[in-house]
């Protein structure tokens, strides 16, 4: 991270790192996606152990960074949280395809 001089070069700098947050979540829910197809049911899809191992290695990312791991822990679980909302949606969709019953949710 580099000093700024100005209001205007700090949000420069975060609409900057906006846009590239912006472009690997687009990315990263290109896989979570992928994933669907892999999963025969709701329950794998939520996954709740996976959910808890991702936090917990975020966390530690986040504190190796010198961030607040509370802090990307909460971001963290609403990122998981709207991508396993619509990775349900795809997955009842796949179903559906397949002519399977889907799970309830």
Do not use: W
Request: aromatic share 4%; with cysteine.
């Amino acid at each position: 991270m580099k000093s700024c001089g100005s209001i205007e070069e700090v949000r420069a700098n975060i609409d900057r790192l906006d846009r590239q947050i912006v472009a690997l979540l687009c990315e990263r829910h290109l896989y979570v996606n992928e994933a669907a197809a892999f999963k025969k049911d709701a329950d794998a899809v939520k996954a709740p152990q996976r959910v808890e191992q991702l936090i917990e290695k975020v966390r530690t990312t986040a504190a190796e960074h010198g961030g607040d791991p509370n802090v990307i822990e909460q971001i963290y679980r609403g990122i998981v949280s709207a991508f396993i909302e619509d990775e349900l949606r795809l997955h009842r969709e796949m179903m559906n395809e397949k002519g399977a019953q889907p799970e309830a949710d």
